[in-house]
């Protein structure tokens, strides 16, 4: 059973360009979150996600950054006109069930802006 | 506000040499607690899960209690392969689904 499986590991962007960020779940999860971690910072939710359904998007900034979970195929982490401080690893991690229910993370998507 | 907060920040301790990493919380209504696992360029690796105050979770070296305000992760005889950045995480009833993290314990085991 395949873990977590995010793509890319590492994305460059130059300042203005977009990222999108790939992620599939672990096979019959439904759940998924986005979390950001910057150097020595600890992981900030950004978004939590069912299949074609936004849930809690209260740690997503207003603009510039979009999820979304279709009913086939991954979720998308899409940040428009990035920006220096947009640099961080973001991590997805996928659950079977929503509450009370541990998570599972990826590997992370290291995004670098120049 | 609700707040979770993990001491020490950094820890080096013999290869054999026992200790506990430490968890507080204040939130309204816990909904569960998780402990990870964090290695340098990787993401968190699920450990423990723990519900209810009095819970305890064992793996291998490590085992998790849980309280009504803190949790501990007690490492015994630890090895220099458990070095890793060890994140504490809530979900708490206000908060929903979502996972609430510390900013973890670096553990150096030093053989």
């Known amino acids: 059973n395949a873990g977590v499986m995010q793509n890319p590991r590492h994305l460059v962007r130059r300042r203005g360009q977009e990222a999108r960020l790939r992620c599939s779940p672990m096979?019959?999860?439904?759940?998924v979150y986005w979390y950001r971690q910057l150097p020595e910072e600890g992981l900030k939710f950004m978004v939590y996600?069912?299949?074609?359904?936004?849930?809690?998007e209260s740690g997503m900034p207003k603009e510039r950054f979009s999820a979304e979970f279709p009913k086939e195929g991954p979720s998308i982490l899409r940040i428009q006109q990035v920006v220096r401080g947009d640099s961080a690893a973001y991590f997805c991690?996928?659950?079977?069930?929503?509450?009370?229910?541990?998570?599972?993370f990826g590997q992370g998507t290291r995004l670098t802006v120049v | 506000e609700d707040q979770v907060t993990q001491s020490p920040e950094a820890l080096r301790l013999q290869e054999g040499e026992s200790s506990s990493l430490n968890c507080s919380y204040t939130v309204s209504g816990l909904r569960g607690l998780f402990w990870y696992r964090q290695d340098p360029g990787k993401g968190p690796e699920f450990l423990f899960t723990l519900y209810s105050a009095g819970e305890e979770k064992e793996k291998e070296r490590l085992k998790a209690t849980l309280t009504k305000k803190e949790s501990f992760l007690h490492i015994t005889a630890p090895k220099p392969e458990d070095s890793a950045t060890y994140l504490c995480?809530?979900?708490?009833?206000?908060?929903?689904?979502?996972?609430?993290f510390g900013t973890g314990t670096s553990l150096t085991v030093i053989p």
């Open positions: 096979k019959g999860h439904s759940h």
């Open positions: 995480a809530v979900q708490a009833v206000n908060t929903g689904n979502q996972f609430y």
């Open positions: 991690a996928s659950s079977r069930n929503g509450g009370r229910t541990e998570a599972f």
């Open positions: 996600l069912q299949k074609e359904n936004i849930i809690d």
